[in-house]
């Protein structure tokens, strides 16, 4: 779960300037669900596949998305396997336990600007909420919330590509993250794409996003969740750089074992 946070925010927090071929750099801080110091990524951005790279001490772990195949490929720099998940399977069993028609998303100005990167950046602040029931059970009801701030940067080069990819993402709702915890977390996942399109629909490239995750609930799985803590993790953009990326970058390197995973 933590590795799966973090991997969202590192999908989520990206600039896109220059062609559609693009490698980002960004550090990424959290807490919670064991999360704590601050971890490097960097992502690459190549029409519509993207793959992050995150590196936990002497091991990368990275994934591959591929919005056209509906596939995510998850593999780390010390095992020579790599897991293949079919995500368009995966959003229709999540959409059993989350009411989507219940949902609330909000991305307003605060009135706030600041420089990152050496570029101004406009501030918003998100709300989204989900609904979402675990296992599908009525007394495993629980309410997701994502909050934070959000800083834009518009008008940049690649802005273009970066909403083009985001808004394919989001409209076929795919899932940035572990399959797995989105199986476990319906409602969070959905949540998470929700933040996606909301992005997008800015118009600008997010250079720095606190997300800041927290349940509420009545039932006991929603007080088992209050009681683990809420999960708060902030990105920021620290390099960025556009040019031709070779598309074997976004596969399995050769050699390596494909597990079909579900």
Do not use: C
């Amino acid at each position: 779960m933590r590795h799966a946070i973090i991997a969202a925010v590192l999908a989520l927090g990206f600039a896109a300037p220059g062609a559609a071929d693009v490698t980002i750099k960004q550090t990424t801080s959290g807490k919670g669900l064991g999360m704590s110091g601050t971890t490097t990524g960097t992502t690459f951005i190549k029409g519509a596949k993207m793959r992050t790279d995150l590196v936990t001490g002497d091991t990368t772990r990275s994934t591959v998305f591929d919005l056209d195949a509906q596939k995510m490929y998850s593999f780390d720099s010390k095992k020579k396997e790599a897991d293949v998940y079919d995500l368009g399977a995966l959003q229709a069993d999540m959409g059993k336990g989350v009411d989507v028609a219940a949902m609330k998303a909000t991305i307003t100005p605060n009135g706030q600007t600041k420089s990152i990167d050496g570029k101004t950046a406009t501030g918003y602040d998100m709300a989204i909420s989900v609904p979402a029931a675990f296992g599908g059970s009525g007394e495993m009801s629980m309410t997701i919330n994502l909050t934070g701030p959000v800083w834009i940067v518009k008008g940049g080069p690649g802005s273009a590509d970066w909403v083009n990819f985001y808004k394919q993402a989001a409209t076929k709702g795919f899932i940035f993250g572990d399959p797995r915890a989105a199986k476990a977390s319906p409602g969070q996942a959905k949540a998470m794409v929700e933040m996606y399109r909301q992005m997008a629909e800015l118009g600008g490239i997010a250079y720095e996003t606190q997300v800041d995750i927290k349940i509420d609930g009545s039932g006991p799985m929603a007080g088992l969740m209050a009681k683990m803590g809420g999960v708060s993790s902030t990105s920021t953009v620290t390099a960025v750089s556009a040019g031709p990326l070779a598309d074997d970058l976004f596969a399995a390197p050769a050699g390596y074992k494909l597990r079909e995973r579900k």
